[in-house]
């Protein structure tokens, strides 16, 4: 089945950026959503960005947007989350996440249950 490796979290100051690497094994991407969701302490995990890889469509959380930028290497077969200017709000563990299509990224994106293949997560932490 689906594996999934996250990398890059770290501790960085606000205003600074982190590259997040999802790396799939066992299985292709080519045909998969993947999403990347952020779990803070005490609170409910929630959708950062998503992507199709069969058109490429995508889909970003509203905080998130104009900072943020999710991308495949299909190489690779790796996706990237690039997040700039990060705020102390970004902090969370970071979570990849695949799943088949069905219905629009959208709405898949928001559904996080409905993800049946995750990686371990990596630590996000921007503090002063």
């Known amino acids: 089945q689906l594996q999934l490796v996250e990398s890059g979290g770290g501790l960085v100051q606000p205003g600074g950026s982190l590259r997040l690497s999802c790396a799939a094994s066992?299985?292709?991407?080519?045909?998969?959503?993947i999403g990347w969701f952020r779990q803070a302490p005490g609170k409910e995990r929630e959708e950062v960005s998503c992507?199709?890889?069969?058109?490429?469509?995508?889909y970003y959380e509203e905080s998130v947007k104009g900072r943020f930028t999710i991308a495949r290497d299909s190489a690779k077969n790796t996706v990237y989350l690039q997040m700039n200017d990060l705020k102390p709000e970004d902090t969370a563990v970071y979570y990849c996440a695949a799943r088949f299509p069905v219905g629009t990224v959208q709405a898949m994106c928001t559904l996080w249950r409905e993800f049946p293949y995750w990686g371990q997560g990596t630590q996000v932490t921007v503090s002063s």
């Open positions: 992507l199709k890889s069969r058109d490429g469509t995508t």
């Open positions: 066992k299985f292709t991407l080519d045909y998969n959503v």
